[in-house]
């Protein structure tokens, strides 16, 4: 991986954006120490603590439709969790689409941006936020009952350069599996670490709330629920709350 490192920047999204039309490869990627406009999804702020959190932004250009963009997220959420549970053996989970969850708060987010060119997709940007080394003080007064670090969780520090390098080496692993075989193996692993198949969701849509069991993730790794007059809905884009 060609990687290009900064010390602070707005958003590791927006530098990886200039870099795409620079003629930027795929693999390539945009980390920082902090970030002072963050993104999140649905144009939520994310906030990245001055060396305490890893931030970065990985680019990919894979030959998939726009409609499968979804699933990469999917597949990125898989690829994080892995590492994670592999270098600090802590119990993390999957929330639907991919925020990764540690003990009930929220310790990990991605967001993916594509360009697209009428039905092709030209790049896709996968940023990846997880907090590691920050310490309660850390962490902004409103959004201390539902984010946490590694650190807080762990109650030890873990080495940011090893996990971007894990991160990384998972996220290739997956991603070569998805385009090889395709979404059913990933489908499989993001549903045994979900943190909430089978239990009562409140999804919140754009349009409407709906209330019921969650099912699992379909082929296109929509949210599958079921509502209590036994209808069943498809969840492209929403927020959801245990
Ligand atoms: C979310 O859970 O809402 C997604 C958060 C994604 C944050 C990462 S940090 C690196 C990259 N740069 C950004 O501005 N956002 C993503």
């Not at 708060?105 to 996968?126: F, N, P, R, W």
């Amino acid at each position: 991986h060609k990687i290009h490192s900064f010390d602070t920047l707005p958003s590791t999204q927006i530098v990886a954006r200039e870099l795409v039309l620079k003629g930027a490869k795929e693999g390539e990627v945009i980390i920082t120490n902090e970030q002072t406009a963050g993104r999140g999804r649905l144009g939520r702020a994310w906030h990245t603590s001055q060396q305490k959190a890893l931030a970065f932004s990985l680019l990919l250009k894979p030959a998939i439709l726009p409609r499968d963009v979804p699933k990469l997220t999917l597949v990125t959420a898989v690829a994080v969790i892995r590492a994670i549970k592999e270098l600090t053996k802590l119990p993390v989970q999957i929330k639907w689409p991919n925020d990764i969850i540690l003990n009930g708060k929220k310790l990990a987010g991605i967001l993916t941006e594509m360009q697209s060119e009428a039905d092709s997709v030209h790049c896709i940007i996968v940023g990846i936020g997880l907090n590691v080394n920050q310490t309660e003080e850390d962490i902004p007064t409103e959004l201390k009952d539902i984010a946490t670090s590694l650190k807080m969780e762990g109650g030890q520090e873990y080495r940011r350069a090893a996990l971007l390098a894990k991160i990384l080496e998972e996220i290739e692993c997956l991603y070569e599996l998805y385009l090889s075989e395709g979404f059913l193996p990933i489908k499989a692993m993001w549903e045994s670490h979900a943190i909430h198949i089978g239990t009562t969701v409140e999804v919140h849509t754009i349009q409407e709330t709906i209330q019921g069991i969650a099912q699992g993730i379909n082929d296109d790794g929509a949210l599958q629920v079921m509502d209590q007059t036994g209808k069943l809905h498809s969840v492209y884009s929403a927020d959801v709350s245990i």
